[in-house]
């Protein structure tokens, strides 16, 4: 494991961010541990220290604006837009799809980083690059603070994590028996 993977996971556990116990994922997959970024995202020194570790990954992309999707992507995504100088948009839900609301307008061709908090199959990622090529975009990287796919996501464009954990998930008839018979809570992000 990288210095920088040990570094994002205690922050993590510096800021009570990685909870223990029986979660639903966003995902729809069940877990014994949730990452939850809104944690970390009050301490605007620990946001800016993710950040400074996302900037090398993301910086020859040549993107002019960052996106986040929704929620988990705003604070980190705009802390990587004021590290870069870039302008900071976001998509946010309506009856759970994202879209491109508050008058926010992309230039034909304009290139743009998708950053986003935590992931596990990649979907609302997947999502927000097809928005944005949908409002003439093009998405040219993805980052994410925390990848717990065990690298099995992929998108068609580059992307970069800052931590890549396994931590194991599981389908609701598939439980392991420590999680069986325990109401499982989604948290939020």
């Known amino acids: 494991m990288s210095s920088e993977n040990d570094e994002v996971i205690q922050i993590f556990r510096d800021s009570g961010a990685l ?7 966003r995902s729809g997959l069940h877990s014994a541990h949730f990452f939850q970024c809104a944690q970390v995202c009050q301490y ?36 990587v837009a004021r590290q870069l100088g870039l302008r900071f948009l976001f998509l946010e839900k309506v009856d759970d799809k994202l879209e491109l609301r508050r008058n926010f307008k992309f230039e034909p061709g304009e290139k743009v980083l998708i950053i ?21 975009a093009d998405p040219v990287a993805v980052g994410v603070i925390v990848d717990r796919s065990n690298g099995a996501t992929s998108f068609d464009i580059p992307h970069h994590s800052l931590a890549e954990l396994s931590f194991p998930t599981y389908e609701v008839d598939n439980l392991p028996p420590e999680l069986q018979g325990t109401k499982a809570v989604k948290p939020g992000s």
């Open 44 to 79: 605007m020194d620990k946001v800016t220290r993710l950040a400074e570790i996302m900037l090398p990954m993301l910086k020859d992309y040549g993107a002019t604006t960052v996106v986040g999707p929704a929620m988990g992507g705003l604070v980190i995504g705009q802390e």
């Open 116 to 136: 986003e908090d935590v992931i596990t199959r990649g979907g609302r990622v997947v999502e927000a690059i097809a928005k944005c090529r949908e409002h003439g």
């Open 19 to 25: 909870l223990e116990g029986h979660f639903l994922l």
